[in-house]
């Protein structure tokens, strides 16, 4: 069964310092990887996703994320945070194909970005 | 926003009691997952629906029920409130099983 460990569920950090959010997931399989965005009181947002291809991905406000297969983790990255960014965080996992397509998630990481 | 349009936003009801969520998906989305997110177990996910039939099933208690319609929206169904019930539910549809799902705005519900 596919899972999701996020090790960290608190990161603080300040405004403009990098920040790396850590995400493993246990499958024996091809994954498709995901890094969800919430922020207070909303739904979750897509931030980047990995299904093939270059195991480094990026996302339009600065984030990015790689694929490390051997070590089996997918953790984001940003070089210089904002206040804006301020929000839980989720990794989330599909083992395709076989039986579930479904996304299972982790426990989240709230980061927090202190000015 | 997502094109997962979910109602009540908010529900406030008493233990025993019995609610509907509604969920309508992005236009076009054949499968509907329902999850539910709360401080002590993250997000879990409770049931799927592909196309007006059930594909999986999490940890969904055999309180909960859930349907889609010939239209594709979906309704969860939450019978026999119980306190520990409360919290975030969330809808999310996608267009093929193998790519990213989109979410709703959720349902916060409240059992008192």
């Known amino acids: 069964a596919q899972s999701v460990t996020q090790l960290d569920s608190q990161v ?5 310092a990098p920040v790396e959010l850590r995400c493993n997931y246990s499958s024996s399989v091809s994954v498709y990887l995901f890094w969800y965005v919430q922020y207070p009181n909303q739904g979750l947002q897509l931030l980047l996703k ?14 990015e994320a790689e694929f490390n297969k051997s070590q089996t983790s997918f953790h984001l ?7 804006s960014d ?3 965080y989720f990794c989330a996992v599909i083992t395709p194909p076989g039986e579930s397509y479904i996304p ?6 709230s980061l927090i970005v202190h000015p | 926003d997502s094109g997962v349009t979910q109602t009540p936003k908010h529900l406030i009801t008493a233990t025993g009691q019995r609610v509907t969520l509604r969920c309508s998906p992005r236009s076009g989305d054949l499968s509907v997952y329902w999850y539910q997110q709360s401080l002590d177990q993250g997000l879990q996910f409770l049931i799927q629906y592909y196309n007006g039939e059930e594909r999986a099933k999490g940890n969904i208690l055999e309180r909960f029920s859930a349907q889609q319609f010939p239209d594709l929206h979906s309704e969860l169904n939450l019978s026999s409130l119980e306190l520990g019930d409360s919290a975030l539910y969330f809808c999310a549809s996608s267009f093929q099983k193998d790519t ?13």
């Not at chain 1, 603080?12 to 403009?16: A, H, K, R, S």
């Not at chain 2, 990213?100 to 008192?112: D, I, K, N, P, S």
Request: aromatic residues 12%.
């Open chain 2, 100 to 112: 990213e799902a989109f979410f709703g705005q959720g349902t916060r519900l409240t059992v008192v």
């Open chain 1, 104 to 109: 299972t998630f982790g426990r989240g990481t």
């Open chain 1, 86 to 88: 301020t929000a839980e």
């Open chain 1, 50 to 63: 990995y299904l093939s291809g270059s195991t480094l991905v990026e996302s339009i406000n600065g984030f």
């Open chain 1, 12 to 16: 603080p950090v300040f405004e403009e």
């Open chain 1, 77 to 83: 990255r940003k070089p210089s945070v904002h206040i």
